[in-house]
């Protein structure tokens, strides 16, 4: 149920979208404008829930829950046509400490391409979890780059002031390890949003949303396969990777139309 979980909170924006009509025109709205953000994004759900790892002081495999920590590297592109949104965001999440809930009982190797080959090796589950700041993962940051569009919905307008809640699907790539390559996936968002005018040209823009995003398991299909089995997982868990996490940024707007 976890793994759905980002697809089912964004249920409800989407519907209002269908149901309420826009007009770019209304108390005198731009139809194009240019907006840079910057901003804090705080993770919810960490995006890898759980991976093999071996552990270097006796070779055999653990299996580890990820976290990701809040960042301030959180950039965004947008572009406002008629009400519709588009934007590139780029964010980097540093890894945080590991938590061992599974423990091998002998040694294993590592394949080439960064999975376990832990054929035969029996698990059992450490209670409690061991804590642990030992880095796992080859690269310093789970890397993520989305490109997304949709709509705005109006729901406060004044001359100096206007408040709208913003609705987006699109497209995310994932790279968890350095030169693993990206796992792509769907990610969406909804929150709320304000404008604040500072003149016809340029406006500050306050913006909260919460963002969902389902990829292709990041630990690749068959390991993720194993880490279900071991585990005792679900196919669900096997095949996807979920995070949840909000972010707040602040930027400028640009009104170019």
């Given at each position: 149920?976890?793994?759905l979980?980002?697809?089912?909170?964004?249920?409800?924006?989407?519907?209002?979208?269908?149901?309420?009509?826009?007009?770019?025109?209304?108390?005198?709205r731009?139809?194009?404008?240019?907006?840079?953000?910057?901003?804090?994004?705080?993770?919810?759900?960490?995006?890898?829930?759980?991976?093999?790892?071996?552990?270097?002081e006796?070779?055999?495999?653990?299996?580890?829950?990820?976290?990701?920590?809040?960042?301030?590297?959180?950039?965004?592109?947008?572009?406002?046509?008629?009400?519709?949104?588009?934007?590139?965001?780029?964010?980097?999440?540093?890894?945080?400490?590991?938590?061992?809930?599974?423990?091998?009982?002998?040694?294993?190797?590592?394949?080439?391409?960064?999975?376990?080959?832990?054929?035969?090796?029996?698990?059992?589950?450490?209670?409690?979890?061991?804590?642990?700041?030992?880095?796992?993962v080859?690269?310093?940051?789970?890397?993520?780059?989305?490109?997304?569009?949709?709509?705005?919905?109006?729901?406060?307008?004044?001359?100096?002031?206007?408040?709208?809640?913003?609705?987006?699907?699109?497209?995310?790539?994932?790279?968890?390890?350095?030169?693993?390559?990206?796992?792509?996936?769907?990610?969406?968002?909804?929150?709320?949003?304000?404008?604040?005018?500072?003149?016809?040209?340029?406006?500050?823009?306050?913006?909260?949303?919460?963002?969902?995003?389902l990829t292709?398991?990041?630990?690749?299909v068959?390991?993720?396969?194993?880490?279900?089995?071991?585990?005792?997982?679900?196919?669900?868990?096997?095949?996807?990777?979920s995070?949840?996490?909000?972010?707040?940024?602040?930027?400028?707007?640009f009104?170019l139309?």
């Amino acid at each position: 149920m976890r793994r759905l979980l980002p697809l089912l909170l964004f249920a409800a924006p989407w519907l209002l979208i269908g149901a309420t009509p826009t007009d770019a025109n209304a108390q005198g709205r731009s139809k194009f404008a240019l907006e840079f953000r910057v901003g804090f994004a705080l993770p919810i759900e960490d995006y890898v829930e759980t991976k093999t790892v071996l552990i270097s002081e006796d070779n055999r495999p653990r299996i580890v829950d990820l976290t990701n920590e809040p960042t301030f590297a959180n950039f965004s592109l947008l572009a406002d046509i008629r009400d519709i949104e588009l934007s590139l965001s780029v964010r980097q999440f540093a890894w945080g400490d590991s938590l061992i809930r599974y423990e091998g009982d002998r040694p294993a190797q590592e394949l080439s391409e960064g999975n376990i080959d832990d054929a035969g090796v029996q698990y059992t589950r450490l209670d409690p979890p061991i804590t642990t700041d030992e880095p796992l993962v080859s690269s310093n940051s789970l890397n993520l780059f989305t490109i997304c569009a949709g709509q705005r919905i109006y729901i406060l307008e004044s001359g100096l002031f206007q408040a709208y809640i913003p609705a987006t699907i699109g497209v995310s790539f994932a790279e968890v390890t350095s030169g693993s390559g990206n796992n792509v996936g769907v990610i969406l968002a909804t929150g709320v949003a304000a404008d604040v005018v500072i003149s016809d040209l340029i406006a500050v823009v306050l913006d909260a949303r919460i963002h969902g995003m389902l990829t292709e398991n990041a630990s690749g299909v068959s390991q993720g396969a194993q880490n279900a089995s071991a585990t005792d997982g679900t196919i669900i868990s096997a095949l996807t990777s979920s995070m949840v996490f909000v972010t707040f940024d602040v930027g400028a707007r640009f009104t170019l139309y």
